[in-house]
């Protein structure tokens, strides 16, 4: 980019590259002034590919600015002013911005960053002596990243993201549009906009130059066309929407000097294209330019013809430049057929190097696929052996008019929604409505009823009128409103004919010049209840003939007064159902459940008694109105029916209410990398009736390490692979879902998301941060979010059972501060809550996430919790995790040669082969669904308090001596091998007090008794499956491993 630019202000010093409200600036003097701001960028300390916020509007400031940093070897950020103060500094806080290029009035907004005025560049030298003079300053290659744009996020904060100088160039010299150093480009779009860098760095690269259109110029539609003349502008780039407003209100000839007008940003409106190019003096070139802002403004080009106006849709066109263009199915398999939907995928030099420090969302949107892929399923296997394409996922829907060559655009996948059973595209309707005569642009939403125990949603269409019917029309009465629905339900099923249409003058604008649907949908539901209101009104009016709609097509005299009633009751009901007539079914007129519960109670009160079965018994209205004259009564029934009633009752008996996962051989498990989840799933792997287990990991990029890398990593850390039979059971059985657990759906994409709801039959969430130090805000995302999503995996899609590893630590130090005695695992959580600040965050968080399974179990998730209590190695391998608390206590205080006396104190050991075979027996049996089952010693004479486990350690031959807690403490901190003792870590947990001089550790004392009587219940036909105390040989044998195996030195 950089090159270019010199080689053009070299080669062509007096060439005018701006224009901005009546001031020149040649090439020559826009690298002046452009140096002026990079050499004060340099003495500030710029490092390569810095990000520089830009906080300037469209107009020359914004050129130089941008130039300026491509000069300083940095990355643009611009951000109009009109972006919230609280809003701007969060963009600039996520990249790590520290310069800021604005002017000395914005300066205070951004006072915390370090400025970089833009009146700098007025005050640099006009000229440059000599030609010569024009350096390439940083000399970026073409992989520099130039610009980092922000596109809008689902979740409402902003994505930035990352385009490349390399993008660019291709935009210049691949397009279609090709310029000529004698073209002048409208610039007005948002600087943050991706239509901008068309505007601004096409001219600049091409040598052409660059025309500031003011705002106030813009939005007048009467003064667009005398700037463009006036000024000689002959080309431009133009969000649809805008486009829209200068072609139905600008002067016919507002482009007819252009030679390229470009249309791109949403789908076109086809009237307004028609309208332009039937004037006397169309432009030279009308395009529809597709392609998302992380390919860099434009992906294909459509040259729009009259006969194209025509078309219900305006094609997507074809691939500029060497963009690739894909349309994959649900499973990311290629489409080649012309009549079948798939999603646009974008790869080529115009694809963004990804959304900023966004890896999740990165995974998600930009993919590689193969290129073989999408060769014929005939080609031989060699064809696979191709080199990947990386792709961006757009989310849109197209479909080929030439395979391979010209793309539809069809919608957005988020536009298409599920409608009265039917998946419907609103941008189908929208093209719809915009072909009537009268309409300039639509727009549809569908919206929730105002009722908010309704499920019910109404389908809303907003239209901007032509200059004879913009005025009064707002009301769902107006008769062209009606005109405009009556043509919809003439060319389209009924399902997809809006519930209610409104007129405005205008649609509002988001910053990016795109339709605002969200601002459109609050005006949508203050309408709808300002018109519900005046319906109640009505309602409640006493109702005459002269009330009595007279807008049927067919009214003669002798209508019954029941007739004319019932059509002034459903007009209300359906205020834009147009013209109504006798023979007309009733349900065909896009009555939803709660119109009909509208119209039912209307009925009532104003005409007589009908029934729900009645209404839908009626073919027609004329018969429904017949029914109500004769005031028929609902049906009384007598022995015969009542039978039948109660046999019908039984048809659902033989209905399983949750899956058998053994059968189906599936399952979903979370924390497989984890010491328990592990146990757990070696147990899985070892069933025969089980096909396969899907484990949700993530990679460990610290240590190079993938998914199943981990998995395998973790069953050799506890001594369960064996390598004869492990790793064909690994490939067979383990599939790995790459995912997060603290992301919605996971972190999927959404159609793995699907898949996976809709594949398992059950859920198995053992993963858990446990940290004994940290507090709850550290453990928030992982125990808590993550088992809010997890509980989202089991509500979604099938039917499923949901397994949940809890923790007796739910309870907190309730014995401790709230003197509870004893426990029951189906008893309420809340009622220990007050003693939860006391303990560790590990704690806190597992009682919130508990609480929210148990919430799920009470609203009718088929769920089980199971709460172990401090779980140590397996009782025949000894195999244990040597970074919990057990472990480090024991190996820490055999190396130190003193224990703490903590008098009164159970901790609750428990091996893990007990806690994963316990698991796993009662997950099998549906009967144990909806119950919390403790996993903990039988009766309280097995339990290992502290003092005997001091006791079991020495009998185990290793010499401890049992002091005074504060005494311990004081030798911890003196001894020399605290910096290397596992104990290091625990400090937090074992020195700080929390209540009443004690520490957190102290306050586990007088814990209660764990009452496990539904897990007894459960396991009493399974006399394999039997709790081990801790003895003497466990602690041996558990020291033995961790030592043999290399964690620990005594």
Not at 14 to 21: E, G, S, T, Y
Not at 452 to 478: E, I, M
Not at 602 to 631: C, F, M, T
Not at 804 to 819: A, P
């Amino acid at each position: 980019m950089e090159h270019q630019l010199c080689f053009n202000a070299r080669n062509f010093p007096d060439a005018v590259a701006i224009f901005d409200q009546g001031t020149s600036i040649t090439y020559q003097q826009l690298i002046a002034q452009a140096d002026a701001l990079a050499q004060d960028m340099q003495h500030k300390t710029i490092c390569a590919g810095d990000p520089v916020g830009i906080l300037l509007g469209p107009g020359a400031g914004q050129v130089i600015a941008q130039v300026a940093v491509i000069r300083a070897g940095g990355t643009c950020v611009p951000i109009d002013p009109s972006v919230p103060d609280l809003l701007l500094r969060d963009m600039l806080a996520d990249l790590s911005v520290r310069l800021v290029i604005t002017t000395d009035q914005l300066a205070q907004r951004v006072a915390s960053f370090s400025i970089v005025p833009i009146e700098l560049a007025s005050s640099a030298s006009s000229q440059l002596d000599k030609l010569h003079d024009v350096p390439v300053m940083a000399g970026c290659p073409d992989s520099h990243r130039s610009h980092i744009l922000h596109t809008s996020g689902s979740t409402g904060k902003p994505k930035p993201v990352q385009i490349l100088a390399r993008s660019i160039i291709h935009l210049a010299a691949a397009s279609a549009v090709s310029l000529l150093p004698t073209d002048r480009v409208a610039e007005f779009n948002n600087p943050g906009f991706d239509l901008s860098l068309f505007e601004i760095w096409v001219p600049l690269l091409s040598g052409a130059a660059i025309v500031h259109v003011p705002k106030l110029v813009v939005t007048d539609p009467s003064a667009i066309g005398g700037f463009f003349k006036k000024h000689n502008v002959t080309a431009m780039i133009l969000p649809s929407a805008l486009f829209t407003v200068l072609a139905t209100g600008a002067s016919p000839d507002a482009f007819g000097a252009a030679r390229h007008v470009i249309v791109a940003g949403e789908p076109p409106n086809t009237a307004a294209m028609r309208k332009v190019l039937e004037n006397q003096s169309p432009p030279e070139n009308l395009w529809n330019g597709y392609g998302p802002m992380e390919a860099t403004c434009l992906s294909t080009l459509q040259r729009v013809t009259l006969e194209e106006t025509y078309r219900r849709s305006i094609s997507a066109g074809k691939p500029i430049g060497q963009t690739q263009l894909f349309l994959l199915d649900n499973e990311l398999c290629p489409i080649h057929d012309a009549d079948l939907d798939g999603e646009i995928c974008i790869g080529g030099p115009g694809l963004s190097d990804g959304y900023f420090n966004r890896p999740e969302e990165n995974a998600e949107r930009f993919i590689d696929i193969r290129t073989a892929q999408h060769q014929e399923k005939r080609h031989s296997d060699a064809s696979y052996a191709q080199a990947h394409v990386r792709v961006y996922r757009t989310g849109d829907i197209g479909r080929w008019r030439e395979p391979g060559q010209t793309v539809d655009y069809v919608g957005r996948a988020d536009t298409q929604v599920k409608h009265k059973g039917f998946r419907i595209e609103l941008g189908a309707i929208e093209r719809v409505i915009e072909e009537h005569k009268h309409v300039k642009a639509a727009t549809v939403l569908q919206l929730k009823q105002d009722d908010s125990q309704s499920h019910d949603r109404l389908l809303v269409a907003w239209v901007v009128l032509d200059d004879d019917h913009c005025n009064g029309t707002k009301s769902p009465a107006s008769p062209i409103l009606h005109e405009i629905t009556d043509w919809v339900r003439d060319r389209m099923p009924y399902y997809m004919v809006p519930n209610r249409a409104w007129s405005t003058s205008e649609f509002p604008r988001t910053a990016y010049g795109k339709i605002d649907r969200r601002a459109l949908a609050e005006q949508a539901q203050d309408q709808s209840q300002r018109d519900d209101r005046r319906n109640r009104d009505r309602a409640e009016q006493p109702r005459s003939r002269q009330s009595v709609s007279m807008r049927t097509k067919s009214s003669p005299m002798d209508i019954p007064k029941t007739f004319e009633t019932l059509l002034s009751l459903l007009q209300d009901v359906l205020p834009t159902a147009g013209r109504f007539e006798p023979g007309d079914n009733i349900l065909s007129l896009g009555l939803s459940s709660l119109d009909a519960a509208r119209f039912i109670s209307l009925v009532n009160k104003h005409i007589g008694p009908l029934s729900l079965e009645e209404l839908y018994q009626s073919v027609s209205l004329a018969s429904l109105a017949h029914r109500l004259s004769e005031q028929r009564e609902t049906n009384n029934y007598g022995p015969n029916e009542i039978l039948k009633f109660e046999s019908d009752s039984q048809l659902a008996d033989d209905i399983e209410l949750a899956p058998d996962w053994r059968s189906e051989g599936r399952v979903f498990l979370t924390g497989a990398t984890g010491f328990i989840g592990t146990q757990i799933l070696h147990r899985l792997l070892a069933m025969p009736q089980l096909n396969q287990v899907a484990c949700l990991a993530r990679w460990d990029h610290r240590h190079g390490l993938s998914p199943l890398n981990r998995i395998k990593q973790s069953l050799k850390r506890y001594d369960m692979w064996d390598e004869a039979a492990s790793p064909e059971l690994i490939e067979k059985k383990v599939l790995i879902v790459e995912g997060d657990i603290t992301q919605r759906h996971l972190g999927l994409a959404d159609t793995d998301y699907q898949w996976l709801v809709n594949w398992t039959p059950a859920v198995f969430h053992a993963a858990a941060k446990v940290n004994w130090c940290e507090p709850y805000s550290t453990h928030f995302e992982p125990n808590v979010l993550g088992t809010k999503n997890m509980l989202r995996v089991a509500v979604d899609g099938r039917r499923k059972t949901f397994h949940y590893l809890s923790s007796i630590d739910v309870w907190g130090v309730t014995g401790f501060v709230l003197g509870t005695e004893a426990v029951s695992e189906d008893g309420p959580l809340k009622v220990h809550l007050a003693s939860l600040p006391f303990d560790t965050g590990y704690a806190q968080s597992q009682w919130v996430a508990d609480e929210m399974v148990r919430k799920a179990q009470g609203a009718g998730l088929p769920a089980t919790i199971y709460r172990p209590g401090f779980v140590v190695g397996d009782k025949s391998t000894a195999a244990g995790n040597p970074d919990d608390f057990f472990g480090r206590m024991v190996i820490g205080c055999i190396q130190l040669g003193y224990w703490p006396e903590l008098p009164s104190q159970n901790m609750e050991y428990v091996t893990v082969d007990y806690v994963c075979d316990a698991m796993l027996c009662i997950a099998a049996d549906n009967r144990n669904l909806g119950k919390a089952f403790n996993l903990t010693a039988p009766d309280a004479g097995k339990i290992t308090n502290m003092e005997r486990l001091c006791s079991l350690i020495n009998q185990a031959g290793f010499c401890v001596r049992q002091i005074p807690y504060s005494d311990w403490l004081d030798r911890l901190h003196a001894w020399d091998g605290l910096e290397t003792s596992p104990l290091l870590s625990l400090m937090p947990l074992l020195a700080e007090p929390v209540l009443r001089g004690a520490t957190r550790l102290q306050t586990s004392k007088f814990s209660p008794v764990y009452e496990c009587r539904n897990t007894q219940k459960a396991l009493i036909n399974r006399p394999d499956i039997q709790y081990t105390q801790l003895s003497p040989r466990l602690i041996k044998m558990f020291v033995d491993f961790w030592v043999g195996k290399g964690f620990y030195r005594i």
